[in-house]
C-alpha cells in the first residue's frame, strides 16, 4: 500500500465515511460536478472529511476539516441530463490530511495513509462471529437499523466498519472510531455499544407488563 497520494477532497458536516463500505452521494454543486469529471478522466481518489464546527460561515469556501478522513474510489457513476451526477464511492483506507496542494475549484490535499492495527493472534474471527450475532439481534430489536450483506465476511475490518457506518451514531463518535487504528479495539468499541442497546431492549421487556393498556390512563 501506497504511503502517501494527493486526493481531491469533499467535505461533509454530516458524514463519517469508512473504508471497505460504499457510500452512494449525489453530486450538485458545481465545484464538486468538476470534481467528479476530472475523477473519470484521471482516476483520482475523492477523500471524504468531516468538516469542523463553524464551517456555515465559509461552506463556499474552504473550512477546515478535521484531520482524519477516508480516502475511496469511484466504483460507479451517473451523469445526469442537468450536469449533476450519482456516484457510489467504495473506502479504501483512513488518510490523515498533511497539507493543501489546490484550493480552487475544489480542493487537493496531500495525505498520508494511515495502518489498520490487527493483531492476528486475537481471534479476530471469534471477534466477527459475537459482532454478528449481537448486530443481528438489534436489527431485530429496531426496524430502523439496516442489516448489512456481510454475514458471510471474515474480515474484522469490514464487518466493524460496516456496522459502525450502519448505526445511528454521534459524528464525534463515529469519528473518534474513524481515528482509532486498532481494528480490535475498534471492533470492541462497536460492540460494547451494541451490547448496551441489547440491555435497553432486554430491561425494557422485562417491565412492559406494567404498562398501562390505556397510556393515557395513570
Known amino acids: 500500500m501506497?504511503?502517501?497520494?494527493?486526493i481531491a477532497i469533499f467535505p461533509l458536516?454530516?458524514?463519517?465515511?469508512?473504508?471497505?463500505t460504499n457510500l452512494p452521494l449525489h453530486i450538485f454543486e458545481p465545484r464538486y460536478c468538476e470534481m467528479v469529471k476530472e475523477t473519470i478522466q484521471n482516476k483520482q481518489l475523492i477523500g471524504m472529511f468531516l468538516l469542523q464546527p463553524g464551517w456555515q460561515d465559509d461552506y463556499y469556501g474552504n473550512p477546515p476539516v478535521h484531520a482524519v478522513?477516508?480516502?475511496?474510489?469511484?466504483?460507479?457513476?451517473?451523469e445526469l441530463s442537468d450536469g449533476k451526477y450519482n456516484i457510489v464511492l467504495r473506502g479504501l483506507y483512513r488518510v490523515r490530511a498533511?497539507?493543501?496542494?489546490q484550493e480552487f475549484p475544489?480542493?487537493?490535499?496531500?495525505v498520508e495513509v494511515l495502518p489498520?492495527?490487527?493483531?492476528?493472534?486475537?481471534?479476530?474471527?471469534?471477534?466477527?462471529?459475537?459482532?454478528?450475532?449481537?448486530?443481528?439481534?438489534?436489527t431485530k430489536e429496531n426496524e430502523e437499523i439496516e442489516s448489512l450483506n456481510v454475514s458471510n465476511s471474515s474480515d474484522l475490518l469490514e464487518v466493524v466498519n460496516s456496522i459502525a457506518s450502519t448505526l445511528s451514531l454521534e459524528l464525534d463518535f463515529k469519528l473518534e472510531l474513524l481515528q482509532e487504528n486498532d481494528v480490535l479495539l475498534r471492533a470492541r468499541t462497536v460492540h460494547s455499544l451494541i451490547k448496551k442497546h441489547l440491555s435497553v431492549f432486554d430491561w425494557t421487556r422485562a417491565y412492559i407488563h406494567l404498562r398501562p393498556k390505556d397510556p393515557t390512563q395513570n
Do not use: W
Open 69 to 78: 478522513g477516508c480516502a475511496g474510489e469511484m466504483i460507479h457513476f451517473e
Open 2 to 6: 501506497i504511503q502517501e497520494d494527493i
Open 98 to 101: 498533511m497539507g493543501t496542494v
Open 116 to 138: 489498520e492495527i490487527l493483531n492476528h493472534d486475537s481471534n479476530s474471527k471469534r471477534v466477527v462471529k459475537e459482532l454478528l450475532i449481537d448486530f443481528k439481534k438489534l
Open 13 to 20: 458536516p454530516n458524514l463519517v465515511f469508512f473504508p471497505k
Open 106 to 110: 475544489y480542493r487537493k490535499a496531500r
